[in-house]
């Protein structure tokens, strides 16, 4: 599975349910990489989506206890394991804090947008410069918008 996110210079991806930022190169490249392949999320993370609706082009997995709650174009899972025994091998987890923590574990393939600035967030992705099961592979060179500079840096697992 590979995994995409973006992160602060602190690993933070979140505020009170909220991006920290939207960059629209980073929308289109996201789009570019997932389009037409699997996406596994939280429940909250997709309220974040336009409409609150799954993301056209995918299929959405998406994990919610909630009773009830069953958006038409996604597929709810109620728990882990019966998301992974759906889920297909190039799969992306696209977030929340949740589902990366539970899922990085078995990914191999991580896209990370670094953006060189740092917001008050609640949320965060493990540091995967300090986690020694996981190397740097490629990096884009700097990139700017609105006045912040990002890079893409895809990491895989050693
Ligand atoms: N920077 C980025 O790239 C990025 C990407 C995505 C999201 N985010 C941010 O991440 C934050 C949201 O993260 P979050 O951790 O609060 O929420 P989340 O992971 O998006 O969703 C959490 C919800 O997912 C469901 N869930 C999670 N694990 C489950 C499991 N094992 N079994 C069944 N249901 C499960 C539960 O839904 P129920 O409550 O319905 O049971 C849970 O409340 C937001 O601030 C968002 O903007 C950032």
């Not at 909630?66 to 174009?73: D, H, I, L, M, R």
């Not at 953006?115 to 609640?122: E, R, T, V, Y």
């Not at 700017?144 to 500079?149: D, L, M, N, R, S």
């Amino acid at each position: 599975m590979n995994v995409i996110v973006a992160v602060d210079e602190n690993w933070a991806i979140g505020r009170d349910g909220e991006q920290l930022l939207y960059l629209s190169a980073d929308l289109k490249r996201f789009k570019a990489l997932t389009m037409g392949h699997a996406v596994i999320l939280g429940r909250k993370t997709m309220a974040t989506f336009p409409g609150g609706r799954p993301l056209k082009g995918r299929r959405n997995l998406v994990l919610s206890r909630t009773e009830g709650f069953a958006p038409e174009g996604a597929e709810v899972y109620r728990d882990l394991d019966s998301l992974l025994a759906e889920a297909p091998e190039d799969a992306f987890v696209v977030g929340g804090a949740s589902v990366y923590r539970a899922l990085l574990d078995r990914c191999e393939t991580a896209y990370v947008t670094r953006i060189q600035a740092s917001f008050p967030a609640d949320c965060w992705f493990p540091d995967l410069d300090r986690d020694p099961a996981w190397e740097a592979a490629e990096e884009s060179e700097l990139l700017e918008e609105k006045g912040v500079k990002f890079r893409y840096v895809t990491y895989h697992k050693k």
